[in-house]
C-alpha cells in the first residue's frame, strides 16, 4: 500500500510537469494551429537559465523570473522571427520549422551552457515528508502547487477576461476574428510567450527532483505531446488530465513492470490513442458543418 | 464614402477580381448582385483588408486603406457580417456582442448591449448561451448585431439572407432598411437579387471579376439581361 502510494505521488509529480508542457501545446495549437516541438525547449531553457544565473551569483528567485522573463522572450523570437514570416505555409512546413527550432536551440543551450547535468536546491530542503509510509519531496508539493495555481491562473485569465475571449475567439474562427479587429498575429505572438513562459516554469519546478541537461527538453516535449494527444489536442482540461494520466501510468509502469520501459510508455500511449482515440478523451471530433 | 478603383485580386495564380470599381456614397445601400464564384466575397474581404490585393486602390472616407491591416480598418469604421455568419460558437451570445466591440474596447459597452437586445429580442433569451446552439436566424441576428458592436460607419453584408426561411428573410431586410434609417452606409452582396434590389438604392452586377453593368436598383430591375439571368422574370 504504501510502495503503492509513493508511485501515485511520483506520478503525480510528474504528470503536473508533463501538464503544464501539454498546456503550453494546446495554447499555441488553440491560436494558430500549429504544434509547436520546440515546447520542450522552452522547459529546458526555464532550469537551464536558472541553474546558470544561480552559479552567477544570483539570488534563486531572481535567476528564476530571469529565465522565465528571456524563456518568454525566446518563445516571441520564435513565433515573430520563424513562424510568422511563413505565415500561409502549410502546417506540415510550419511544424518542420519548430521542429528545425528546436534543434537550433539545443544547439545554441550546447554552447552558451555546458553538455553536463544541473540540479536547483529545492524550495523547502531536500528531507522527504512522511505520508501514509511513503516520501514525498517536498518540491513534489511546490510543483504541484504551482502546477495547480497557473491551471487556475489561465482558467480565469480564458474566462474572464475579455483578451482571454479574443483568444478563444481566434481559436474558433480565425477570420472572424479578424474582421471585428481583432490583431490575430499579436493574439498568436502573446499565445507564444504565455507557452514559453509556462514551459520555463515547468523547467525550473522539475530540475530539483529531475536534473536538466541541453537536452532535456526533447523527452519532455514527446510526453507532453503524449499528454496533449491523449486528452484530445487543443482541450485544456485535456491537456491537464492527460498530463497526470501519462505521469501515473508511467510511475505505476516503472514501478510493478521495470523501469526500463518507462519512456516507452508514452510513446505506447500515443500509439493506442492515434489508433483507437484519435479525438482523444476530451477533444470533440471534428464535424463539419454546412 | 467608399471608393474602390481597379482593384485586382487572386487566390495564388488564380485572378478572380479582374479591375473592379464602384463606390458608395454616405447614406446609401448599394448592393452587390451576381451568380456564384462572380467574386462578391473576395471583393468584400478585400475592403475588409482579409483578402490581398495586387492592384488598385480602396479609399475610405478620402483615406487610402488597402495598406491598412485588417484590424486597423474595422478602427475606422468598416464592419462585415460575413457569409454564412461565422460566429464565435463556443462562447456565449453575449461575448459575441462584446467581442464585436473590440476595436473600442476601452469604452463602456453598456450602451451598444442595451440597443442589440432591444434591436433583436429573440437573442434576449439566449444571452448565455454558446452562439453554436443558436438557430440559423438568430445566428444572423447575432452576426449583424456583432458586427453592429463596432459602430461601423460602413456595414459590409454578404448574404444576410442566405439560408433562412422566407419570414426570416423579411425580417432581415427590415432590420437593413431600419439601419439605412439610422444614417448607415451598406453595401450588400445577396444572392436574393430581387430582395436586395427592392431596398437598395443603387446597384452594380459583377460577372466573373467584372462590374458589367450598374445604375439605379430601379433601372437594374428593369435591365433585360438582369431579369432573365437573375431576377427570373
Redesign the interface.
Known sequence: MAELLQFVFSGLTVGAIYALVALGFTLIYKASDIINFAQGEFVMLGGMITVFAAQAGLPLPVAALLAIFLTTAVGLALHRFAVAPARGATPVALIMITIGASIFLRGVAQIVFDKRFHSLPSLFGGDPIKIGGAAILPQSLVVLASASIIVLVLWLFIDRT?LG??V??TA??R??????????RSIVDFSFAVSAAIGAIAGILITPIALTSYDAGTLLALKGFAAAMLGGIGSAPGAVVGGLMIGMIEALSAGYISSNYKDAVAFLIILVVLIFIPQGLFGRAKVERV | MLSIENVRSAYGRIEVLHGVTLHVEAGEIVTLIGANGAGKTTLLHAI???QPIMDGSIRFAGNPIEQL???????LGI??V?EGR??????SVK?NL???A??R?DEDLEPELARARAMFPMLDAFWERPAGTLSGGQQQMLAIG??LM?KPRLLLLDEPSMGLAPNLVDHVLAVIRALKDDKLTILLVEQNARAALAIADRAYVLETGRITLSGTAAEIAADARVRDAYLGI
Not at chain 1, 477570420?175 to 490575430?184: H, S
Open positions: 475579455m475571449k479574443a478563444i475567439a474558433a474562427n477570420l472572424a476574428a479578424r474582421l471585428i479587429g481583432v490583431d490575430t | 475588409s483588408g482579409v491591416p485588417a484590424h486597423m480598418r474595422v478602427g464592419s462585415q460575413p461565422q460566429l464565435f460558437e463556443p462562447l461575448d462584446r467581442l464585436g473590440w476595436s474596447r456583432r458586427a463596432a
